[in-house]
């Protein structure tokens, strides 16, 4: 599918509020529900609040310095999405998600994140950063953080583009909640290299995090409201979305997902889901 045939189909753009983890995440699902029975796309920028420590679907919750993530006021919920942990730091991560129909995008799973990736690297491009998918793939540092893991030339976003041993400035990820592809990604506007570490039950040293990640802010210092926008543009010009925001059943939906899955201690601790629950395909 090229961007022509996605301005074919109606979207929607949420330049979102801060929320809790647990109510992103929920919103994912609701969003994923209003594209299958309403024949509505969404694309968003949002942030977290308060910071949220979000674990992979797979991750081990003993990887967690669930005591430091307390004291330091961090949120912890899990994502339906593999990888490691994402430190969501409210200032200094920037958050998007993409959710259509299945059938509308590439089967193949590189080439569809080829195609959602198309708006954040021309943000990155209109924002005077020179970065793209990586040249190489870089080795794990510490495996359950995201960005001291592996790097990956097919959904890991580098500054500078085409060096083999190039920073990570973002992360992207999909899964697939019943016929619908939900993408969703953390770009690095700052550091917070103490709380990317503190996170987890590691010992890591804050430089493990400063010389393997780059930000927005490091690159061509603007500001952050300047870079919410420009990312919010490319993703509505990229398939030509209006101006939305959620509906209130919506959000009534995403409460209480969020009361019983993703704040749930089952939830983020277990992976246990919800009786019936068929989110992940």
């Known amino acids: 599918m090229t961007e022509t045939e996605l301005a074919d189909r109606e979207w929607r753009l949420l330049r979102d509020e801060p929320r809790d ?9 609701v969003a994923a529900e209003r594209a299958l029975e309403h024949d509505l796309r969404t694309v968003r920028v949002y942030s977290w609040e308060p910071s949220t420590l979000s674990l992979g679907y797979r991750q081990d919750a003993a990887s967690v310095d669930w005591e430091y993530c307390e004291r330091e006021g961090i949120d912890v919920t899990r994502r339906q999405t593999g990888g490691g942990g994402i430190y969501h730091d409210r200032y200094a991560d920037i958050s998007y998600t993409i959710v259509a129909p299945a059938d509308e995008v590439p089967g193949d799973l590189m080439d569809c994140y080829a195609l959602f990736c198309e708006p954040v690297l021309e943000a ?32 890991d976003v580098v500054v500078p583009a085409g060096e083999a041993d190039a920073q990570k400035i973002s992360g992207n990820a999909q899964y697939r909640q019943r016929d619908v592809v939900i993408q969703h990604g953390s770009i690095s506007y700052d550091l917070e290299p103490d709380h990317h570490v503190g996170v987890f039950d590691a010992g890591l040293e804050p430089r493990t995090v400063t010389d393997r990640v780059t930000s927005i802010r490091e690159q061509v210092g603007i ?45 983020v601790r277990k992976r246990e889901t919800l009786e019936g629950d068929d989110a992940r395909t």
């Open 21 to 29: 983890g647990a109510t992103q995440m929920a919103l994912e699902e």
């Open 124 to 155: 990155f491009d209109q924002m005077g950063v020179d970065a793209d998918f990586a040249a190489a793939e870089q080795a794990s540092i510490y495996h359950p953080s995201c960005y001291l893991r592996d790097i990956n030339p097919a959904h």
């Open 223 to 267: 500001d952050r409201e300047e870079a919410v926008e420009t990312l919010a543009d490319a993703l509505c010009d990229w398939c030509d979305a209006a101006a939305g925001g959620w509906h209130e059943d919506e959000l009534e939906r995403a409460a209480d997902l969020a009361d019983r899955k993703y704040g749930s201690g089952a939830w």
